[in-house]
């Protein structure tokens, strides 16, 4: 099993950003799709956005669209999602997970990826 790292999560206000980091260990991320997902308390995890290892990006969730980008650099063996402008409905544990190919898949099932990380907390509140 692959294994991913998560960090860069934390409290902040409504309106504010966050950087996610999802790193890999002993394997390089540059052949896999790397998603992100998150899990309210109460709810089912839920894909948020996904990277392919091109670099072209796949929208799992209609709410953070315009407000969530993610990116990848190689060399770091890295991807990051980018939140911007949270909202308290964005609070949840965000997990990196990657998938077994190098295409996102179309709907961000969970089955689709097969190693993921431990998650991190991100808190939106004042």
């Known amino acids: 099993q692959l294994q991913l790292v998560e960090s860069g999560g934390g409290l902040v206000q409504p309106g504010g950003s966050l950087r996610l980091s999802c790193t890999a260990s002993k394997f390089t991320l540059n052949y896999y799709a790397i998603g992100w997902f998150r899990q309210a308390p109460g709810k089912e995890r839920e894909g948020v956005i996904c990277i392919s290892g091109s670099g072209g990006s796949t929208n799992y969730a209609g709410s953070v669209k315009g407000r969530f980008t993610i990116s990848r650099d190689n060399a770091k063996n890295t991807v990051y999602l980018q939140m911007n402008s949270l909202k308290p409905e964005d609070t949840a544990i965000y997990y990196c997970?990657?998938?077994?190919?190098?295409?996102?898949?179309?709907?961000?099932?969970?089955?689709?990826?097969?190693?993921w990380g431990q998650g991190t907390q991100v808190t939106v509140s004042s």
């Open positions: 997970a990657a998938r077994d190919a190098y295409y996102c898949s179309g709907a961000g099932s969970l089955v689709d990826f097969t190693s």
